[in-house]
């Protein structure tokens, strides 16, 4: 990780790009496109990362979903519901409903149930007829084969059986492609993240509780959270400028559990609360250090910088991710 501390703060803006540059920049999606493929199989080796135009809109595109929340509680009220997003939460929902349909095998091992493979399997097999509803034009139905390997890598590892923030993050670019083509609007943004990513975070604990998900690529104690990372950034968000919460607040207990259920980031160091034992500085240094910066603010404007250098420009990571059309690939120079 970077240093405990989140660096200076940035806006929005500092990102360097907006949803306008994304929707304005919307793929000509009848014209059918090849599946995307990941770096090793385009370059032949993990010597690749997302193109520096493509990286730009990307962390913008995070940037603007965490701007629309600041200030926001989890219950406040939004704008009617589009199509796309009432789709996204019906797949959700129906993911959801799967993990009660197939229950846990005995295991004896720490980690990795084997039925969430079957899981998986069945995500694999219906994946297609559940994202047809998303794509709500005609012309843009060529785009199902590029937006599928996304949707089917934001869940997790079938072996090993692990989750992490690559996975995290397909499911991020999974709805910046949706936004890409259109089909998810930027006042949408505060639905989709208040809506449609906390119905994925509950869906994600759900999974990694039941079936026992190995965290992918774990930094241990220097990390936020063994499975998630943009939680923290839009959470933060939420609480800039709130009257009376500020960082040092997570060890208020009280305030975590009359909380959690309205703030992102709350819920989460609660969560980290319930499944690691011990003193918090000490499994969880990291959060400790950032809970003495001073603002909501800085500590999501470094939080930003921490995704860009963490996540999406670590090697592990990103040699995975799959490139096309809707977000390209070029070779570092």
């Known amino acids: 990780m970077t240093d405990a501390e989140p660096s200076s703060p940035s806006s929005a803006a500092s990102a360097d790009s907006s949803c306008a540059a994304v929707c304005s920049t919307s ?7 090849p599946p995307p493929s990941s770096v090793c199989s385009a370059c032949g080796g993990p010597t ?15 940037a603007d979903l965490s701007h629309s929340v600041r200030g926001r509680k989890i219950s406040d009220p939004v704008p009617p519901l589009p199509q796309t997003v009432t789709s996204l939460l019906s797949l959700l929902q129906a993911l959801t409903s799967w993990i009660d349909e197939i229950p846990p095998l005995p295991h004896s091992a720490r980690y990795g149930n084997p039925a969430y493979r079957s899981w998986l399997a069945r995500l694999s097999a219906e994946a297609p007829a559940l994202l047809l509803p998303l794509i709500t034009s005609e012309e843009l139905l060529p785009a199902a084969d590029e937006l599928l390997p996304y949707l089917l890598d934001s869940f997790g590892n079938a072996s090993p059986i692990d989750y992490g923030t690559g996975h995290e993050t397909n499911f991020a670019a999974f709805l910046y492609c949706l936004a890409h083509l259109g089909l998810i609007r930027e006042e949408d943004y505060p639905a989709l993240v208040t809506r449609v990513f906390v119905a994925y975070l509950k869906l994600m604990r759900r999974l990694q509780i039941t079936y026992c998900l190995e965290p992918a690529g774990s930094h241990g104690v220097w990390g936020l959270d063994d499975y998630h990372f943009l939680p923290f950034i839009f959470g933060s968000a939420q609480l800039i400028d709130h009257k009376y919460m500020k960082p040092k607040s997570i060890h208020n207990q009280d305030i975590l559990d009359n909380f959690s ?24 240094p990291m959060l400790d250090d950032i809970s003495a910066v001073p603002t909501w603010s800085k500590v999501n404007s470094g939080m930003l910088k921490m995704y860009k250098a963490e996540v999406l420009e670590k090697v592990p990571i990103m040699q995975h ?6 977000i390209k690939w070029q070779a570092k120079r």
């Open 27 to 33: 793929a000509t999606a009848a014209e059918a496109s």
């Open 48 to 62: 690749a990362s997302i193109s520096s135009a493509a990286g730009r809109h990307f962390l913008g595109f995070v």
């Open 321 to 326: 991710f799959v490139f096309g059309s809707l």
């Open 261 to 284: 259920h309205e703030y992102m980031y709350l819920a989460c160091v609660a969560f980290v609360k319930k499944v690691k034992k011990g003193v918090f500085a000490e499994h969880s």
